[in-house]
């Protein structure tokens, strides 16, 4: 058989040991002139919430990193997942992202049949962007100032207590569950349709208390209409230095709202690379940062190996939550 026979035989043999190494050098042209066209990066919430806020901030900031324009496209709707299942789809291309929120940890166990149903699986994690505590805060007619007498005063009324969240599932929702079974107390949930109408019940005393978003609650604490009891993060925040951690009274309660940087599955490891560094450099600049915590809103620096591990964790435990609680969606 002649050489030039034999190269034939051998590519119609097995066509994929000629084609791979040109799909090797496309791929590797791709990451290497990434980016090249506009990027958008989706955010699961509607327009001008603090996600919406957030996401903008960091995506201006990204611009001149990248060399391109960043566009924010708000697909609110299904508790996030209309926003994940999109991006999840998508080709991993680099060029529509997700700013991925705590409620990918929570709706695996929440809503088992929403796509997509694996969401460690279903995206590539890029980077940390941000996190966000709650504020607990209750109706002035409370006879409590701190964490401490909220479940002594609690504890003395079973049932009696109504506490407010954003909805059934919301991350608010999650944490008075993980309160109240730490707590040992028995409150009677009662979930709105986002935070706006709660937090106009909990001034007017329909409802006691509620963990709020600092956005939400911050205005509504200092004028005097609710009463800001202690925040969910580990330490004070700078927007109410004197109000401290739910830890003090329960030693190693921590829940934040976190945002982060995400692909669809398969998302190769040069374009991780180039969006994590533009992303790093975004959460780290002090304009940035200052402009947040204004909002008490933490940036939050990190690789997409601590977004990975972070979503992870939150999974597990808010899993665990959720079926220890019986929480359904109906």
Do not use: C
């Given at each position: 058989m002649s050489t030039r026979r034999r190269i034939l035989h051998v590519a119609a043999a097995a066509p994929g040991a000629l084609a791979a190494p040109a799909v090797l050098r496309g791929a590797a042209a791709q990451e290497a002139t990434f980016p090249n066209r506009p990027i958008t990066i989706v955010n699961p919430y509607p327009p001008g919430g603090a996600t919406d806020f957030g996401t903008r901030l960091l995506a201006a900031r990204m611009e001149p990193e990248l060399g391109q324009s960043i566009v924010v496209d708000s697909r609110p709707g299904a508790g996030t997942a209309v926003a994940n299942?999109?991006?999840?789809?998508?080709?991993?291309?680099?060029?529509?992202?997700?700013?991925?929120?705590?409620?990918?940890?929570?709706?695996?166990?929440?809503?088992?049949?929403v796509q997509p149903r694996d969401p460690q699986s279903a995206f590539t994690p890029i980077g940390t962007a941000t996190r966000s505590p709650f504020i607990l805060h209750v109706h002035p007619s409370v006879p409590a100032r701190t964490t401490a007498e909220l479940i002594a005063h609690a504890k003395a009324n079973p049932g009696k207590l109504s506490w407010g969240s954003s909805g059934i599932g919301a991350?608010?929702?999650?944490?008075?569950?993980?309160?109240?079974?730490?707590?040992?107390?028995?409150?009677?949930?009662?979930?709105?349709?986002?935070?706006?109408?709660?937090?106009?019940?909990?001034?007017?005393?329909?409802?006691?208390?509620?963990?709020?978003?600092?956005?939400?609650?911050?205005?509504?604490?200092?004028?005097g209409r609710t009463r800001a009891i202690a925040v969910t993060s580990a330490s004070r925040i700078g927007v109410l230095p004197d109000l401290p951690p739910v830890a003090e009274a329960l030693p190693g309660f921590e829940t934040v709202f976190w945002q982060g940087l995400f692909g669809p599955a398969g998302l190769p490891a040069g374009v991780v690379?180039?969006?994590g560094a533009a992303l790093r450099v975004a959460t780290t600049d002090e304009s940035v940062r200052a402009r947040m915590a204004e909002q008490g809103i933490e940036a939050w620096p990190g690789d997409a190996e601590l977004l990975r591990q972070t979503l992870a964790r939150d999974t597990e435990m808010w899993g665990k939550i959720i079926r220890e609680a019986n929480i359904r969606v109906e």
């Amino acid at each position: 058989m002649s050489t030039r026979r034999r190269i034939l035989h051998v590519a119609a043999a097995a066509p994929g040991a000629l084609a791979a190494p040109a799909v090797l050098r496309g791929a590797a042209a791709q990451e290497a002139t990434f980016p090249n066209r506009p990027i958008t990066i989706v955010n699961p919430y509607p327009p001008g919430g603090a996600t919406d806020f957030g996401t903008r901030l960091l995506a201006a900031r990204m611009e001149p990193e990248l060399g391109q324009s960043i566009v924010v496209d708000s697909r609110p709707g299904a508790g996030t997942a209309v926003a994940n299942a999109y991006v999840a789809g998508l080709r991993p291309d680099g060029y529509t992202l997700l700013m991925g929120t705590t409620s990918l940890a929570v709706l695996p166990a929440l809503q088992p049949n929403v796509q997509p149903r694996d969401p460690q699986s279903a995206f590539t994690p890029i980077g940390t962007a941000t996190r966000s505590p709650f504020i607990l805060h209750v109706h002035p007619s409370v006879p409590a100032r701190t964490t401490a007498e909220l479940i002594a005063h609690a504890k003395a009324n079973p049932g009696k207590l109504s506490w407010g969240s954003s909805g059934i599932g919301a991350i608010n929702h999650m944490t008075l569950e993980l309160f109240r079974s730490r707590a040992g107390i028995d409150v009677v949930h009662v979930p709105y349709r986002g935070g706006a109408p709660a937090l106009l019940d909990i001034q007017a005393g329909r409802i006691h208390a509620m963990f709020a978003a600092v956005q939400e609650a911050i205005g509504s604490v200092r004028d005097g209409r609710t009463r800001a009891i202690a925040v969910t993060s580990a330490s004070r925040i700078g927007v109410l230095p004197d109000l401290p951690p739910v830890a003090e009274a329960l030693p190693g309660f921590e829940t934040v709202f976190w945002q982060g940087l995400f692909g669809p599955a398969g998302l190769p490891a040069g374009v991780v690379s180039r969006l994590g560094a533009a992303l790093r450099v975004a959460t780290t600049d002090e304009s940035v940062r200052a402009r947040m915590a204004e909002q008490g809103i933490e940036a939050w620096p990190g690789d997409a190996e601590l977004l990975r591990q972070t979503l992870a964790r939150d999974t597990e435990m808010w899993g665990k939550i959720i079926r220890e609680a019986n929480i359904r969606v109906e």
